[in-house]
């Protein structure tokens, strides 16, 4: 199957084979070796390898996003949420499950960032943290962190960037991409298992974080991060064969480089992208506000499509893709990262091309002389 889904993603065969293992307690030292090891070289694929370390949590993405703001926003503190799309409100519902004091600036789904806006909002407030996605994988776009986290660390405040989707997929520098508190998953671009979270920020940060009574008692970060540094093993039972998969993702990952595999990602997306519209789809987003990791299209008017209709005949010839998340239009998503080649998307354009026949969708839309954003 062909996953077009943004995450679990599809892996290699040797990564699926990592995951065969001799039986072994995660208590045991080799496996503690293998931890720290996985956890340096998560580190390593930002480049954070003298200054930052990773904690690790067993649960998806959200769980180490909900780790980060439960750990670091101070019962003294107050977190601006960027919301333009279902993962940013969902850092604002997080911050309103623990009672944490926290604004939203809300932009609307699929809205670029107004930095104005933020400017006004970071002026007439004090902030102590910003929390920011960086690829809303809601809609396909990229936000730019680069300067949110500028005008934020202008006015006193720590970033947190939910980086779930663009971690080893596009390059990200820990040290220039202003992220404090960086987080993403096993199952994404790093092309591994899903079962592990974590946020990667500096040794110098964690020092500062205190515990906080009446945050999570599992998703601690301090907690976590002083049990593995200490015991050498994670302090609640982690997904062992996943954990070996990680570290075969890793491998592959310093194999390819990450020059390599964003290209790869770029390509896959040019092949995606170019057959998609020339069958006359059309994007929600313009161009220049695309991840490229993943596209959110249109859905077609034409009375014959239903989402169901179109993902079951996909699904049938061995393609999975993925029902829009929160836009005022109505879409559907496109993900090429993972294990994946321009020829897959070959593969999966011939697929449309003929579900789009077989269902009697053409035209696709009615009102013929809208264009989408750019003319698409
Ligand atoms: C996938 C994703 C998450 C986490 O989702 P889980 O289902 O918990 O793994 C969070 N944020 C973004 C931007 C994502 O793409």
Not at 125 to 147: C, D, F, K, W
Not at 169 to 197: E, F
């Amino acid at each position: 199957m062909i996953l077009l889904n943004p995450g679990p993603a599809n892996t290699t065969p040797t990564v699926k084979q990592a995951m065969t293992v001799a039986d072994i307690c995660p208590r045991e030292a080799d496996f503690g070796d293998l931890l720290l090891q996985v956890r340096d070289d998560l580190v390593r694929v930002v480049q954070g390898e003298d200054t930052h370390t990773a904690v690790l949590f067993c649960g998806s993405g959200t769980a180490a996003v909900e780790a980060a703001i439960a750990s670091a926003v101070a019962p003294t503190g107050r977190l601006l949420v960027i919301e333009n799309g279902a993962y940013g409100t969902r850092m604002a519902a997080i911050a309103a499950a623990y009672g944490i004091a926290h604004d939203r600036l809300d932009y609307g789904v699929g809205t670029y960032p107004d930095l104005q806006r933020l400017e006004t909002q970071l002026a007439g407030q004090r902030y102590s943290h910003v929390a920011v996605v960086h690829h809303e994988t809601s809609t396909g776009m990229l936000n730019p962190i680069e300067h949110i986290a500028d005008r934020s660390h202008a006015h006193g405040a720590k970033v947190i960037v939910d980086a779930m989707s663009s971690y080893a997929g596009l390059p990200l520098d820990i040290r220039s991409c202003g992220a404090d508190l960086l987080i993403s998953s096993s199952n994404k671009c790093i092309q591994g298992m899903a079962g592990i979270s974590f946020v990667i920020c500096s040794r110098e940060l964690l020092d500062c974080l205190a515990p906080i009574p009446g945050r999570s008692y599992y998703l601690n970060m301090l907690q976590q991060h002083r049990y593995l540094e200490e015991q050498r093993q994670m302090q609640f039972t982690p997904p062992v064969q996943v954990v070996y998969a990680l570290s075969q993702a890793l491998k592959e990952f310093f194999a390819e480089g990450q020059t390599a595999r964003t290209k790869r990602y770029f390509a896959n997306f040019e092949t995606l992208d170019h057959g998609m519209r020339a069958l006359g789809f059309r994007r929600l987003l313009p161009e220049g506000q695309l991840s490229r990791i993943l596209t959110a299209y249109l859905e077609p008017s034409h009375p014959n499509y239903s989402f169901s209709a179109f993902h079951d005949d996909l699904y049938r010839q061995g393609f999975t893709i993925y029902p829009g998340k929160g836009a005022a239009e109505r879409t559907f998503r496109l993900a090429n990262m993972g294990d994946l080649t321009p020829a897959d998307m070959q593969a999966f354009l011939t697929a449309v091309q003929r579900t789009v026949t077989e269902l009697g969708l053409q035209p696709l839309y009615h009102d013929r002389d809208r264009q989408g954003p750019d003319g698409h």
